[in-house]
Nanobody, 115 residues
Framework: QVQLVESGGSLVQPGGSLRLSCAAS????????MGWYRQAPGKQRELVAA???????NYADSVKGRFTISRDNAKNTVWLQMNSLKPDDTAVYYC?????????WGQGTQVTVSS
């Protein structure tokens, strides 16, 4: 089974920055995408950013220009650089990995943006 472990979540002031990381381990074949979702209290889980096997990158409109996703395919690792953070960014952030067979999720890391 595939295991995803996130790290980097923290309490940060508005306007600050955080860098999240996710490392995947286990038997993984033909990764189609790696990326990040988030879920705030009372809201549905939403896509934040994803990188696909063909090179395409998707960002949520709310984070464009502020967040940057990067990936190391050889290490099955993905990062999310978050700048100019706002209170609305407060959520649990989940790493996600997609193969031709399954979708895998990490346990999540809490990001809280508050002064």
């Amino acid at each position: 089974q595939v295991q995803l472990v996130e790290s980097g979540g923290s309490l940060v002031q508005p306007g600050g920055s955080l860098r999240l990381s996710c490392a995947a381990s286990g038997s993984i074949f033909s990764i189609y995408s790696m990326g990040w979702y988030r879920q705030a209290p009372g809201k549905q889980r939403e896509l934040v950013a994803a990188m696909y096997s063909g090179g395409r990158i998707n960002y949520a409109d709310s984070v464009k220009g502020r967040f940057t996703i990067s990936r190391d395919n050889a290490k099955n690792t993905v990062w999310l650089q978050m700048n100019s953070l706002k209170p609305d960014d407060t959520a649990v952030y989940y790493c996600a990995l997609t193969t031709h067979e399954n979708n895998y999720w990490g346990q999540g890391t809490q990001v809280t943006v508050s002064s």
